[in-house]
């Protein structure tokens, strides 16, 4: 259940996991990993979709898939936007082992993949960190954010000012809100977008030569966080390529070109640009849920047979 998954997985173990899964992925050894772009279900009907994200890591001995339902809310309400269910199976038999709440998992990996971008990509003198967008991620970004890293000043944009305000009050440390985007984004040297909106909000214009952008909504190919002009002076780089090819709006519809994964940043077969203005287009992977799924479940049947 979701207390399991908030108890037993910690950033300090996710991130280094999901670092050296990126890099297996992006050397496309079907030895290390098997995770096709995944299947995405159109629910028109209800303003929605679902997407299906097998996985299978055959030298970690992992089998896993996740379920997940984007929906679009309305205004004020408090069912979650993405709902997400875990399946890990046993990759010798191909029986069920657990099935995990998702949303922990794709909160919390999500984040740890924003900030390893950021960990290679930023100007390691960042400073200043902003957040567009104050929900479930937006929430998971800033505590790892806020966990690995040691900003001067966080910044977070709500379109609704009393929603940046009742988001921060939820927060530890000293933020500043705003409602006005490129109040929040001038000057800062790393910007976190995690927003459901379908047309850009974020303008290259208003963006600090060499900052880093971690743009982690705008998931499906109509839909965009980014602008144009961003799009094409920063340097993209991705999760994976043809799932950004299949699904990231903000690559597509913009024609900017990907120079790498993170993958292939972390195998040192193309260079982290952080001197450059850094675009990481965030699409979300079926090994991004396997990894923690096995370290939650490892964990999970240690603690039992020590009781
Ligand atoms: N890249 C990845 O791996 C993943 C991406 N996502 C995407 O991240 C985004 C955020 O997800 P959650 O935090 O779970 O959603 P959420 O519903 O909890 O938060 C969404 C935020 O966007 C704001 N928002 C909604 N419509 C907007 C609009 N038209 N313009 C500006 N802001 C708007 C809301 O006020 C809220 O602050 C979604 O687009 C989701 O699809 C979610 C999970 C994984
Ligand atoms: O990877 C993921 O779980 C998702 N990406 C976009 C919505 C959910």
Known sequence: CKADVEELLLYRDLVPLLEEALGKFSTRDTEEVIQSVRTAVPLSKHSGFMLLMPTYMEKDAVLCTKFVCMYKREEGSTLPAVNATVVL???????????????????MRTAAVSAISSKLLMDPGAEVLTILGTGTQALSHYNVFTEMFSFKEVRVWSRS?????????????????SSSVEEVVRGADVIVTVTRCTEPILMGRWVKPGAHVAAVGACRPDRRELDDTLMKEAVVYVDSREGAM??????ILSGAEIFAELGDVINRVKPALRNKTTVFKSLGMGIEDAVPAKLIFDKWKAKSSSL
């Open 89 to 107: 199976l046993d990759p010798e038999r191909g029986n069920v082992k657990a099935v995990m709440d998702g949303e922990v998992i794709t909160a």
């Open 161 to 177: 000012i009393e929603r940046a305000e009742s988001f921060v009050r939820s927060l530890k440390g000293p933020v500043t809100v």
């Open 246 to 251: 299949a699904e990231s709006g903000d690559v």
